[in-house]
């Protein structure tokens, strides 16, 4: 059984820039969850894709938006990047909505 | 506004012990709690859960109380090993959206 993945691990863009994260959700899992975890703080809930569906979002402005393919594996887009989008980018899946999440390892960005 | 709080950002406790972390909430309308776990570098861990409806889940060394009158909640571990030592969130769940505090750094002294 494969766990959560997460690509790339770390990042570096400047400020105006545009990133994509990249997530493959644990074998069978149908839906995916993205988090922002700032220095800190804990994971903060940015949205959630069911079955190539948006099935929930957090307070998060549009220019971040997402994906989820056909496989169930997911992409979460920020545009015009800003400084303070610099934090730890948590992707979890889980089976049909449910309660109990599995995590990726995240991947770190870093606005300058 | 924190719909989840955790007002004790680190804690140390003897290996062997009882160790208590404890979490408060403002949102009525979450309908499961939940804890996990963060090594460095990792993931989140998910823990143990427990259902609004309940006061009280019980997994191994792990125990979950909740209190929903004092909307507050406390994970129980015992006895903690050196292996617990990590950061512990307290989660609400409402609806399809999961409510992190800012969590508890544990330290199990050897």
């Known amino acids: 059984e494969t766990g959560v993945t997460q690509s790339p691990t770390h990042l570096i863009k400047t400020r105006g820039q545009q990133v994509t994260l990249r997530c493959s959700s644990q074998?069978?899992?149908?839906?995916v969850s993205w988090y922002q975890q700032a220095l800190g703080q804990g994971p903060q809930f940015i949205f959630q894709?069911?079955?190539?569906?948006?099935?929930g979002r957090g307070n998060f402005p549009p220019r971040f938006s997402g994906l989820q393919f056909p496989n169930y594996s997911s992409e979460l887009n920020v545009n015009a990047l800003e400084l303070d989008d610099s934090a730890l980018y948590l992707c979890?899946?889980?089976?049909?909505?449910?309660?109990?999440?599995?995590f990726g390892p995240g991947t770190r960005l870093l606005v300058l | 506004d924190q719909q989840v709080k955790q007002n004790s950002p680190s804690l140390s406790v003897q290996e062997g012990r009882i160790s208590i972390l404890n979490c408060d909430y403002t949102?009525?309308?979450?309908?499961?709690f939940l804890w996990y776990k963060k090594y460095p570098a990792e993931g989140p861990t998910f823990l143990i859960s427990?259902?609004?409806?309940?006061d009280k889940n019980e997994d191994g060394r792990f125990t979950v109380f909740l209190n929903k009158s004092a909307k507050h909640l406390s994970l129980h571990i015992v006895p903690s090993q050196p292996g617990d030592s990590a950061v512990y969130f307290c989660?609400?769940?409402?609806?399809?959206?999961?409510?992190f505090g800012p969590g508890t750094r544990l330290s199990v002294l050897p």
């Open positions: 979890a899946s889980s089976l049909d909505r449910g309660k109990t999440q599995y």
């Open positions: 989660v609400g769940r409402g609806g399809q959206n999961f409510v």
């Open positions: 894709y069911y079955r190539e569906e948006e099935n």
């Open positions: 949102n009525s309308m979450f309908d499961y």
């Open positions: 427990i259902s609004s409806i309940k």
């Open positions: 074998s069978g899992h149908n839906t």
